[in-house]
């Protein structure tokens, strides 16, 4: 018979009993971090990767994108075949658990600076979206200075 307390552990670390669970740094208003699970886990993951300009964490310097350098294109039609293309190489390559259906990109500001990139992602039956927003004024988490 299989320890009741191995069962409590196992059920609630990530990716348990292959579902997907995660923590993110929010903390509920009991104090606690807040648990995300199925595909919010993976919207999140994505964010997260896009987010983080290529080269900012030490250790894995392959992590995160170019997006950022984007921003300052002309939101033309090269820029934009070039953004989907940044999108769908860094999930491939950093989060094979889902498939990227759909990338679209949506101005948001009147000077062109500052985009929407929905990345639609399906896992199994289950679709969901991932939405980052690019802008000039925290394009590369003030990095420029650097």
Do not use: C, H, W
């Amino acid at each position: 018979m299989a320890d009741p307390n191995y069962k409590i552990f196992q059920d609630s670390i990530a990716g348990s009993n292959n579902r997907v669970n995660d923590f993110v740094p929010t903390i509920s208003s009991v104090g606690d971090f807040q648990k995300i699970d199925g595909i919010n886990v993976l919207i999140s993951s994505i964010r997260n990767l896009l987010l983080t300009p290529l080269g900012f964490y030490p250790f894995d310097p392959t992590y995160g994108s170019l997006l950022y350098k984007k921003i300052f294109e002309p939101l033309d039609n090269i820029s934009i075949e070039e953004i989907k293309y940044e999108v769908r190489e860094r999930i491939m390559d950093f989060d094979d658990r889902v498939k990227v259906t759909a990338v679209d990109i949506f101005p948001v500001s009147t000077d062109g600076k500052a985009i929407r990139v929905d990345v639609s992602i399906k896992r199994g039956e289950i679709i969901g979206t991932a939405t980052v927003y690019i802008d000039k004024a925290n394009s590369q988490f003030g990095l420029e200075s650097a």
